[in-house]
């Protein structure tokens, strides 16, 4: 790839010919299967409109027009294939061609029939000249300065909307098409094309610069597409309600980011003795592809001034237009004659405060910041080009952004996979910095590659996710059980006055052996009523011994040794010491005189006694918690998978992942990104965070997202609109 920044000139040119037919197979190679991908969605199309309408018999035509072009697919294949391949022959040999063809133009009357065929065609031709208009801007340019080599400097664009519609028009000139039938057919080959076009686009641009074919000096761009670069959702129509609703709220943006930069961007100063006079220009607005020279001469330099901007050290934005200024006044645009415009200033803005965004909710950490850093620039480039970048969830820079994000976050390097996933992120980000300058695929390679790892990381989050869902969950059956086992020796001890040694027994034994059997067998079982049993005939035992009936109390005592000595081996008693405790009480028992009394046991523990919680251990009860209880009804609704946002002891913004709901208590579970566990606490301690400022719900999933809403929180609060 060409080291050479955007419309600098070059020293040296490829050869055109062979330029021009690498162009050639790459368009035929990419749009040459475009005819045969039509019909089976048009198909659909036509079956679904038929069942909603109930008029299968009306529909039969289309069908039967639609299975004619099936057969005969192959044959439009081949004609669009040679359609596009003469496109670019006629670019070589424009002038000879045009000439000869003018002379023996038919003159005649156009059918109906042909001339509403011909008005979809242009419609279709303006459509993709307003959905790529800035890249096909770019793509004249440069196929301007190759069409002055080949010797035709009037030549168009071979690919440009008005050929691919034309070449549509002249492969199906000869189908029938019902009137029903060829809307569907243009909106699907528009769809289609779409799938490819911002690719192809982004290649042949590449191509050409590569090859010493930059913008021709002082060519201006237009204004940027709606989702240029993108690939199509499977439905269209959804598609296009999306793309509105993402541009309006692009477009609201942009009116807050314009209100809030008109209080924050001082002029800049000019010199006393370049101050302007009666015959001074005013300073010009830089073009779009000076702009992208000036960013893409920068590219490759060091990130110090952006990770210094991103650790706090003043704004992004200010640290981007500075190293523009000055990578402008390197290529000779003087600063005190030129300056950004308003298009150029909001992209810039936009990703300053995206970075900024990201950085002031993630928990992003020093080796973090050296990855975004270099990706400052290479976001810029993508902004200056392409709003699809802040319209679509689906683009390919942004869903790097994700990724990257993903592997980075909270990420310490303590382990051998995490330092693996930081060393990873930083190559991706160095290969963008090296190799992005139009193409958009860089990114979407890039992204699959770290996607690769992370998938390997996430099912190791997985299993840490279970084994600490696991972990909390026998924490809260011991808890449950213990506070049973508590309750059940209290009403005992609280009947009947006993003796030490039964007391002790039943304390410090019996407890415990009622807790594993309700661990193990649940409080269903007979075991579990067997273990009740032993303690109620103890109480008894030790009020007979109490009248002074001995012989009773002997019998009695023989019959419970069995449960007595499985009870004590349960506890870890071994059969000499269970032996010993029993003698005990025996000789307790055989004394009617002792003294009983009535135990009082300390409250039950209300929480589980773990001590590896952090900073944002929660426990006990909500009783005294100042909460908001549609808050609280709100965090009941939460499900596992959602993300929120905590604050920590420290400050820290730490991403927070519901991963587990207890079915005993309905506690939740929250792990970072690591799978690590972060809190777990209930509803009612949950809306307690969220009145302390520690906690947000609501957040989007993806980071890319969540720094847009927070970009959007931002701008509002600062104009007012919040």
């Known amino acids: 790839m060409s080291g050479h920044p955007l419309g600098l000139g070059y020293a040296e040119r490829a050869n055109p010919a062979g330029v021009l037919e690498e162009m050639k197979r790459l368009a035929v190679e990419q749009l040459g299967g475009v005819p045969g991908a ?50 670019f022959d006629d670019f070589r040999a424009l002038p000879i061609r045009t000439r000869t063809a003018n002379q023996h133009l038919p003159l005649g009357l156009v059918e109906e029939r042909q001339l509403d065929f011909h008005y979809a065609g242009q419609k279709l031709a303006e459509s993709i000249g307003q959905r790529y208009s800035r890249q096909l801007e770019m793509l004249d340019g440069r196929l301007e300065a190759l069409s002055g080599e080949l010797g035709s400097p009037s030549a168009s664009n071979p690919i440009g909307a008005s050929r691919l ?21 243009f909106r699907q080959y528009e769809h289609e094309l779409s799938r490819v076009l911002g690719d192809l686009y982004g290649r042949i641009n590449t191509l050409l610069a590569a090859a010493g074919y930059g913008l021709k000096p002082g060519a201006g761009l237009p204004a940027k597409p709606v989702d240029a670069n993108t690939p199509v959702p499977p439905a269209p129509v959804d598609a296009i309600s999306a793309d509105i609703d993402a541009m309006e709220r692009l477009g609201e943006l ?58 706090g050290a ?41 970075f900024e965004s ?56 303590s382990t051998p996979q ?15 910095v090296a190799d992005y300058n139009e193409d958009l695929e860089i990114f979407a390679l890039a992204s699959a590659e770290l996607e690769s790892l992370l998938e390997q990381q996430r099912k190791r989050v997985d299993v840490l996710e279970r084994r600490a869902s696991e972990a909390v969950y026998g924490k809260e059956r011991l808890l449950q059980a213990r506070l049973q086992a508590g309750a059940a020796l209290n009403q005992r001890l609280a009947r009947t006055p006993l003796t030490e040694a039964v007391s002790d027994f039943l304390i410090e034994h019996w407890q415990h052996h009622l807790v594993q059997t309700l661990l193990r067998d649940g409080r269903e079982s007979p075991k579990h009523a067997d273990v009740l049993a032993l303690a109620d005939a103890l109480v008894v035992v030790d009020s007979l011994a109490a009248q002074g009936r001995g012989a009773v109390v002997a019998d009695r005592l023989i019959a419970l040794q069995p449960a007595i000595t499985e009870c004590l081996v349960a506890c870890g008693l071994d059969e000499n010491a269970a032996n010993d405790w029993l003698a005990g009480v025996v000789r307790a028992l055989a004394q009617p005189d002792l003294p009983r009394t009535l135990r009082k046991l300390p409250p039950p523990v209300v929480a589980d006694d773990d001590a590896e919680q952090g900073p944002l251990r929660v426990v006990g009860g909500h009783a005294g918690m100042d909460f908001d209880a549609q808050v609280a009804e709100r965090m009941r609704l939460l499900a596992p998978g959602e993300w929120l946002r905590l604050l920590d002891a420290q400050g820290e913004h730490v991403a927070a992942k519901v991963a587990w709901i207890s079915p005993l208590s309905g506690r939740y579970l929250l792990v970072n990104r690591r799978g690590v566990r972060v809190l777990v606490a209930s509803a009612e301690q949950l809306a307690t965070l969220v009145a302390e400022g520690r906690l947000v719900a609501g957040t989007e999933q993806a980071p890319f997202d969540e720094a847009m809403r927070q970009m959007r929180a931002r701008l509002g609060r600062a104009v007012g609109q919040n």
């Open 38 to 87: 039509l019909y089976a969605p048009v198909g659909e199309a036509l079956d679904e409109a038929a069942r909603r309408s109930g008029l299968l018999q009306i529909r039969r035509g289309d069908h039967v027009a639609l299975l004619n072009l099936r057969q005969r697919n192959a044959g439009y294949v081949m004609r669009f294939r040679q359609l596009i391949a003469q496109g």
């Open 358 to 413: 990201l950085f002031q909710t993630h928990a992003m950490l020093d080796r973090a910041r050296r990855v975004y850093a270099r990706l400052v620039l290479p976001y810029v480039k993508v902004a200056l080009t392409d709003d699809g970048l802040f319209v679509h969830r689906d683009h390919p820079a942004r869903r790097l952004f994700d990724v990257i994000t993903e592997a980075c976050e909270g990420n310490d390097g």
């Open 314 to 354: 003043g704004s992004l934005a200010d640290a981007i237009r500075e190293q523009l200024t000055d990578g402008a006044r390197r290529l000779g645009l003087d600063p005190d004659q030129t300056q950004l415009g308003t298009e150029e200033n909001d992209a810039i803005d936009l990703v300053g405060l995206l």
């Open 418 to 432: 995490d330092r693996e996933l930081l060393e990873r992120a930083a190559g991706v980000a160095q290969r963008i």
């Open 254 to 311: 942009r009116g807050m980011l314009h209100s809030w930069r008109e209080g924050t961007i001082p002029a800049r100063p000019v010199p006393e003795d370049r101050a302007p006079g009666p015959h001074t220009a005013p300073r010009r607005d830089l073009r779009p592809a000076e702009v992208l020279s000036v960013t893409s001469l920068l590219q490759r330099d060091g990130p110090e001034p952006y990770a210094r901007a991103l650790a």
């Open 165 to 185: 519609a034309g070449a549509f028009l002249a492969t199906y000139h000869d189908a029938e098409l019902p009137e029903t039938l060829r809307p569907l057919l």
